[in-house]
């Protein structure tokens, strides 16, 4: 790949709100610079948003987006015409076509102009195409012979060929098996321009310049990869945490000392009075030291009462710069499975793709299940839940099954939280129902949410909450690429109520730092016809 010029990209004063009113920004001034920039944030930040604004996908209501050369955008979860050729989805058949006809003798100018001095371009298509495992598809094939994994790689081998100045990637990870995740963190390190990638893959983070950290519409900028980050913001935290803890104590020490105040200033009223009262003095010095006592007091009073406002000031500046991640902190007692005890057994299974499976899930083990897009993962894992009739052979659980497909479609996107909850807890009481979703962070109004209304992070939260607080409680619990568009605040979230469960747990996925979070106790491999437990060091 041919060396690119930096690239400036300068977000100045940009504001946008959607044609519902809803603001998104208002002011945002970011400039990421050269190298590679990881954009993170919570979901609903604007993350997406945000990168539409800058390849011009949509239009700012304020301010101005401004880049010295070309930008290219690969949307989140973006769909192709399945009907086109490769080298169209590449941008690169009329070029293409237009050679083949000057090698077969046809010289008409018009052939030449759309060559122009692009002559290898089919060697630099199939170079790329090669550098991103795509090298045994042919530029004739049709999109719809090729994967949703594979599909994604072409748009991004589209946008390498173009070499814009500015490259943009929303979640490019989404639906890649681990030796495409691979080849796509080759070609994000081997990037010459200016690149900005939204992700929650921690492996694709670490190999960025810098973290910008997109949050209440203002992009704040860190050096260095995801760890770097992570431990530049934990020692914010605790800076931040501890100016809370002094801010607190004074604000309580000022309550006091304008409490005490009050008291002196009560009694000397008192005396004043008293005296007052007995005439032991002029009753014109009398008055004139009553009034001078009343203003001595009222300067008083009003001196401790803005040393209090100040102090509280300081507590809210303080607290404001504490992060509300809430982590969810849930006990699942009745998710419990003794030690060995036998959970699933697959007796000669075949599944309707082909694969072949003899395996027992016992006790509470933690298994993630890897493959290649397309090995058969999600027809195992349903196959496993009852969904789907096994081609031969017997799938037998001896304990309550739960399953989350990655559509997360468990919900009825018509009814509430609560509703949705309730419908797999049918004797538990409204009370108890809420009671248990405040622990999945759905408190209050919240609770009352349609589904429908929820992003990608809450859904799953949501999901997540009715299956495990369902009855009988699951003891095994199947989740399929559940980290999908998720945040990274929604990965950790997950990862916390899931370390509350205490059954058996299978999880299939290509993120590989998630899996590993989990305490994986036994790896499977899906592929070449057959299930098969892998060591871990050889995933």
């Not at 195409?129 to 012979?145: F, K, P, Q, S, W």
Request: with cysteine; net charge neutral.
């Amino acid at each position: 790949m041919s060396s690119t010029p930096t690239t400036h990209l300068v977000c100045s004063r940009l504001g946008f709100a959607w044609p519902d009113g809803t603001r998104v920004f208002e002011g945002l001034q970011w400039a990421p610079g050269p190298g590679r920039t990881g954009l993170v944030g919570l979901n609903g930040a604007g993350k997406s948003t945000l990168l539409r604004l800058i390849a011009g996908d949509l239009a700012p209501t304020s301010g101005a987006v401004k880049a010295s050369g070309d930008i290219g955008l690969l949307p989140q979860d973006a769909t192709v015409d399945t009907s086109l050729r490769v080298d169209e989805v590449l941008g690169i058949a009329g070029a293409r076509a237009a050679l083949h006809a000057i090698e077969a003798g046809d010289c008409a100018e018009e052939h030449f102009a759309a060559v122009g001095d692009d002559w290898d371009v089919e060697e630099r298509a199939r170079a790329t195409l090669d550098a991103l495992g795509l090298d045994r598809i042919g530029l004739n094939r049709t999109v719809g012979e090729v994967s949703g994994g594979e599909s994604v790689l072409l748009r991004l081998a589209a946008l390498l060929l173009r070499r814009p100045g500015v490259l943009l990637l929303d979640e490019p990870t989404n639906n890649l098996d681990l030796r495409a995740r691979r080849r796509l963190y080759a070609a994000v390190e081997s990037w010459p321009g200016t690149l900005v990638v939204v992700s929650h893959d921690r492996e694709l983070l670490e190999r960025v310049d810098r973290i910008a950290d997109l949050r209440d519409g203002t992009v704040t900028t860190y050096g260095g990869n995801l760890s770097a980050y992570e431990e530049a913001l934990a020692t914010e935290q605790e800076a931040a945490e501890r100016m809370v803890r002094s801010a607190g104590a004074d604000v309580k020490r000022q309550k006091r000392e304008l409490a005490q105040a009050q008291v002196v200033l009560a009694h000397r009223v008192r005396y004043g009075q008293k005296m007052y009262d007995t005439k032991r003095e002029p009753r014109a010095v009398m008055k004139l030291r009553k009034r001078q006592a009343q203003v001595s007091a009222g300067k008083h009073r009003l001196l401790h009462a803005e040393r209090l406002a100040d102090a509280k000031e300081r507590l809210a500046e303080a607290e404001l710069a504490v992060r509300d991640d809430d982590e969810i902190r849930v006990d699942l007692p009745h998710t419990a499975v003794p030690q060995g005890r036998t959970v699933l057994t697959l007796d000669a299974v075949v599944l309707r793709c082909g694969a072949r499976a003899n395996l027992d899930v016992r006790g509470p083990e933690r298994i993630a299940l890897v493959g290649a897009n397309g090995a058969g993962k999600s027809t195992l894992l349903r196959t496993l839940a009852g969904e789907i009739p096994p081609a031969s052979g017997r799938v037998l659980a001896h304990v309550p099954v739960r399953y989350l497909p990655q559509r997360l479609d468990v919900l009825d996107d018509e009814l509430s939280v609560a509703a949705n909850a309730a419908a797999y807890a049918p004797s538990a009481t409204g009370n108890a129902v809420r009671a248990r979703l405040a622990r999945f962070l759905f408190r209050g109004a919240a609770a009352d949410r349609p589904a429908g209304s929820l992003s990608g992070g809450e859904r799953l939260r949501a999901a997540l909450a009715a299956l495990l607080l369902a009855e009988p409680a699951p003891q095994l619990l199947m989740l399929d690429e559940p980290t999908n568009s998720l945040d990274m605040a929604s990965v950790r979230q997950l990862t916390t109520a899931l370390a509350s469960y205490q059954g058996a747990l299978i999880v299939a996925g290509h993120d590989l730092p998630f899996l590993r979070s989990l305490g994986v106790t036994r790896w499977l491999r899906i592929g070449e016809g057959q299930v098969v437990d892998v060591p871990a060091d050889g995933v």
